[in-house]
C-alpha cells in the first residue's frame, strides 16, 4: 500500500511539474495606454475625441507587434537562409500584416499632427501646453514599445 502511495504521489508531482513547465500561449503585451487628460482641454469634446481615437490607434498598433514578437521568437534570431519554407511564408505573412498596421498608423498618425495643430491654432497658451503633454505621452508609450521589444528579442 505504502508503495502504491508513493508512485501516486510521485505521479502527481511529476504530472504537475510538467503542467506547470509549458510555455504559456497566451500572449502577454503591455496594458494599454490610457491617457491622462489635462483639465485644461477636457471641457474640449472635439480634443477628448481626437485623443481617444489617437490612443486607441497607438495601442492597437503596439498590441499587434508585440503579439508578432512574442508569438515568433524563433523567427527573430534566424537568417533567411536558415528559415524552412513555411518560415519564410509565414514571415512573409506577418510582414505583410505589419506593413498593413504600420501603414493605418501611419495615416492616422499623419492625421494626427496636422489636427492636433489645427486644435492648437484655436487654442490658449494653458491648453496648447496641456495638449503637449497628451503628446509627450504618446511619444513615451512609443519609446517604451520600442525598449520592450528590444528586451523580446534578447530573451531569444
Known amino acids: 500500500m505504502k508503495k502504491l502511495i508513493y508512485f501516486l504521489v510521485i505521479g502527481l508531482?511529476?504530472?504537475?511539474?510538467?503542467?506547470?513547465?509549458?510555455?504559456?500561449?497566451?500572449?502577454?503585451?503591455?496594458?494599454?495606454?490610457?491617457?491622462?487628460?489635462?483639465?485644461?482641454?477636457?471641457?474640449?469634446?472635439?480634443?477628448?475625441?481626437?485623443?481617444?481615437?489617437?490612443?486607441?490607434?497607438?495601442?492597437?498598433?503596439?498590441?499587434?507587434?508585440?503579439?508578432?514578437?512574442?508569438?515568433?521568437?524563433?523567427?527573430?534570431?534566424?537568417?533567411?537562409?536558415e528559415m524552412s519554407m513555411v518560415e519564410k511564408l509565414k514571415v512573409m505573412k506577418v510582414a505583410g500584416e505589419m506593413?498593413?498596421?504600420?501603414?493605418?498608423?501611419?495615416?492616422?498618425?499623419?492625421?494626427?499632427?496636422?489636427?492636433?495643430?489645427?486644435?492648437?491654432a484655436v487654442m490658449d497658451e494653458e491648453q496648447v501646453a496641456a495638449m503637449a503633454t497628451v503628446g509627450e505621452a504618446f511619444e513615451k508609450r512609443m519609446k517604451l514599445l520600442e525598449l520592450r521589444l528590444e528586451n523580446i528579442k534578447s530573451l531569444n
Open 13 to 81: 508531482v511529476v504530472v504537475f511539474s510538467s503542467c506547470s513547465n509549458k510555455k504559456s500561449n497566451k500572449v502577454e503585451t503591455m496594458p494599454p495606454l490610457a491617457v491622462e487628460i489635462p483639465a485644461e482641454i477636457q471641457d474640449n469634446p472635439e480634443v477628448v475625441k481626437f485623443i481617444r481615437a489617437s490612443e486607441k490607434s497607438i495601442n492597437e498598433f503596439a498590441n499587434k507587434i508585440e503579439t508578432f514578437y512574442i508569438k515568433n521568437p524563433e523567427l527573430l534570431s534566424k537568417e533567411a537562409e
Open 99 to 120: 506593413a498593413i498596421a504600420f501603414g493605418e498608423f501611419s495615416m492616422h498618425y499623419a492625421e494626427m499632427n496636422s489636427k492636433m495643430e489645427n486644435l492648437e
